[in-house]
C-alpha cells in the first residue's frame, strides 16, 4: 500500500516554462512534506518543504503547494533551467516532520535546451 | 569531507559473504538513518537512531545488522543476504526533533549487488 504516490515517472519541459510535478498522499496523518532532488550517482538533496498549516511555500524558483482536501501536493519550478534535469522524490511525515519519512517513486524531469 | 559520506560506493558479494557498509557525517546531526531504494520502488526507511540509540526498526530482516557506536558513524552489518537484497543503501542524519531542523541529508548510497 504506497501512501505517497508520484503518478508521472517522467516529465519534459522546454527550458525558461515552468515544470508541474505533482504527488498526492493518503494517510491523512501526515503533516509536513518535503521535496527533494536527486542526481545520478548521487544521495537526494533538499529542496524544500511545506507543513500542513501552510497551502504555499516559496523559495526562489521552487514553490510547493499543498492541497489538503484533495491530499494533493505540487512542485512548481519557474523558470526551468537545464540544472534541474533530476529525479524528484516527494515525501511526507507524520507530527510535524518527526524522522519517519514515506516517499513517492520520483519523477523524472528532463529539461530540454 | 563534508556533508554524509559512505563506504563502498559499489559492493558485489556472494550470498554467503559477509559485509559491512559504513557511514560518517560531518554536520554535527545526532539522528542517523538507513534506507533502502530498490528498482522501481520508492525509499524504504530501514532504521533510524537518535543519540546512538536504535528508535526504528522498519521490520528488517536480521540479516541486515546496523551498528551506531556514536552520533557520526552508523554501519549496516549484511551476511546471507539473496539477490533480492540487491539494491542502492542510503544513509541520511540529521538533527533530532520535528519541522526544519529535522531536515534529512542523505550521502550518495552505496550500490550492492548480491550474486
Known amino acids: 500500500d504506497q501512501q505517497v504516490k508520484q503518478n508521472s515517472p517522467s516529465l519534459s519541459v522546454q527550458e525558461g516554462r515552468i515544470s508541474i510535478l505533482n504527488c498526492d498522499y493518503t494517510n491523512s496523518m501526515f503533516d509536513y512534506f518535503l521535496w527533494y532532488k536527486k542526481y545520478p550517482a548521487e544521495g537526494p538533496t533538499f529542496l524544500i518543504s511545506i507543513s500542513s498549516i501552510k497551502d504555499k511555500n516559496e523559495d526562489g524558483r521552487f514553490t510547493v503547494f499543498l492541497n489538503k482536501s484533495a491530499k494533493h501536493l505540487s512542485l512548481h519550478i519557474v523558470p526551468s533551467q537545464p540544472g534541474d534535469s533530476a529525479v524528484y522524490f516527494c515525501?511526507?511525515?507524520?507530527?510535524?516532520?518527526?524522522?519517519?519519512?514515506?516517499f513517492g517513486t520520483g519523477t523524472r524531469l528532463t529539461i530540454i535546451p | 569531507e563534508t556533508g554524509v559520506t559512505q563506504t563502498p560506493r559499489h559492493l558485489v558479494m556472494g550470498m554467503t559473504n559477509k559485509k559491512s557498509l559504513k557511514c560518517e557525517q560531518h554536520?554535527?546531526?545526532?539522528?542517523m538513518y538507513w534506507y533502502k531504494q530498490s528498482a522501481k520502488k520508492p525509499l524504504e526507511l530501514m532504521f533510524v537512531y537518535n543519540f546512538k540509540e536504535q528508535t526504528e526498526n522498519n521490520s528488517v530482516p536480521s540479516r541486515f545488522s546496523p551498528e551506531c557506536p556514536n552520533s557520526s558513524h552508523l554501519f549496516l552489518h549484511l551476511h546471507t543476504l539473496q539477490p533480492e537484497d540487491s539494491a542502492l543503501y542510503l544513509c541520511?542524519?540529521?538533527?533530532?526533533?520535528?519541522?526544519?531542523?529535522?531536515?534529512?541529508?542523505f550521502g550518495p548510497g552505496t550500490r550492492l549487488t548480491v550474486l
Open positions: 554536520l554535527g546531526h545526532n539522528a
Open positions: 541520511a542524519s540529521s538533527f533530532s526533533g520535528t519541522g526544519d531542523k529535522n531536515t534529512q541529508y
Open positions: 515525501a511526507a511525515s507524520a507530527n510535524f516532520g518527526n524522522e519517519k519519512l514515506t
